[in-house]
């Protein structure tokens, strides 16, 4: 039975000893804290920045166009030029109307042509003698109304 009793008390000391953080894990842990500390700090120190200036570039000559006979429905000024920017395209005359209404009252000389070939009405925003002009002003359309989807797939239309 003593032996017994000796064991058990041993066996008891062994595991409060063992279970016992040492000191030195403590130490140790904490230097490493302030290191990665000291480390965050300098990483997050205000760094010199120069700034880049940004010049748009706008390559007007390599605007996509697409080209279609249309003739024209209803014009501002009556007279279609050879480059146009479409902004809508409907199967309805009534559609087309009611979208041109829209450009209209937001100060565009908008129009309507008609692609006989696919009985398709195209609402333009303006027509324009040259593929450059087209292309700053769908741009410029284009950047008016961000968060319409419909607007900017505006595309440039060549009348053939």
Known sequence: MK???LFGFLSVLLVFTSCKSKESAYKQ?????????ATEVQVNAPMQVTPVESTPTTYYDQAPVRQEKVSAVS???G????YSVVCGSFESQANAQGLKEFL????YPAGIV???????????IGSFDTKAEAAQAREAFKAKYPSRQDFQGSWILWNK
């Open 3 to 5: 032996k017994s009793v």
């Open 29 to 37: 842990a904490y230097e490493a804290a302030q290191e990665q500390e």
């Open 75 to 77: 014009v501002s000024g």
């Open 79 to 82: 007279v279609l030029k050879p």
């Open 104 to 107: 209209l009252n937001a100060g």
């Open 114 to 124: 008609k692609n006989v070939e696919r009985n398709m009405f195209r609402v333009i």
